[in-house]
Each structure stands twice: as C-alpha cells, then as structure tokens.
Nanobody, 125 residues
C-alpha cells in the first residue's frame, strides 16, 4: 500500500527555520514528482513547492527564495527546508506524489495521486 508520511512540523518564532520531511513507502517514487502543499484553517489548499523526476524544482511566489525542496531517491524521502518563516506560513503541510506531471503543472494539486496526512506548522510573531 502506497503511503506518504510527513514529519517535522512545529511551532517556531517568526524568522525561524524548519525542515519538513516526507517518507514514501510502497512504490518506486523515483518515477514520481513530489510536491508540498499547505492549508491554513478556513483557507483553500495552497501550492508551496515541487520537484520532478529530474530534480527540477518549482516554487510558489509566496515562498520563493525562502523555501527549498530536495529529494533522496534511495531513501524515498523528500524534504522542504523553510527559512525566514512568517506568521502567514502557518498551516498544515501536505506531501504529495504523482506520475507524469509536466513542469508546467508541478504545482497543480489535482495532478497528484497520493497524499500524506499532513504535519502542522505554526509561526508566531
């Protein structure tokens, strides 16, 4: 059974950093694009970052320059490094995996097949 499990969520002061991790099991995720999305209470799900099978990355404008995404194919993990966190980054962060996603669609949540349960990030000022 395919599973994605996120970890690393925490409460952090504005300006701080966090590293989220997602472990994939059950499939050969080297063939999958991996993405991070987030959802704050009362708001719609929002794109964050994604990485394709060639390790090409894409970021939402709101996190560009502050967040980085990387993957370790051998370990089946994808990480999201978040720097200079702001209160508006507070949300539940979800890891997602999908196949056959073009670079243009990397940040489209509907193109992802598998989703984790999420890990919560709180940024306080």
């Amino acid at each position: 059974q395919d599973q994605l499990m996120e970890s690393g969520g925490d409460s952090v002061q504005s300006g701080g950093s966090l590293r989220l991790s997602c472990v994939a099991s059950g499939s050969t995720y080297s063939n999958y694009c991996m993405g991070w999305f987030r959802q704050a209470p009362g708001k719609e799900r929002e794109r964050v970052a994604a990485i394709d099978t060639a390790d090409i990355t894409k970021f939402a404008e709101s996190v560009l320059g502050r967040f980085t995404i990387s993957r370790d194919v051998a370990m089946g993990t994808v990480s999201l490094r978040m720097n200079d966190l702001r209160p508006e980054d507070t949300a539940t962060y979800y890891c997602a995996a999908g196949q056959g996603i073009t670079w243009w669609s990397l940040l489209r949540a509907n193109d992802y097949e598998y989703w984790g349960q999420g890990t919560h990030v709180t940024v306080y000022s």
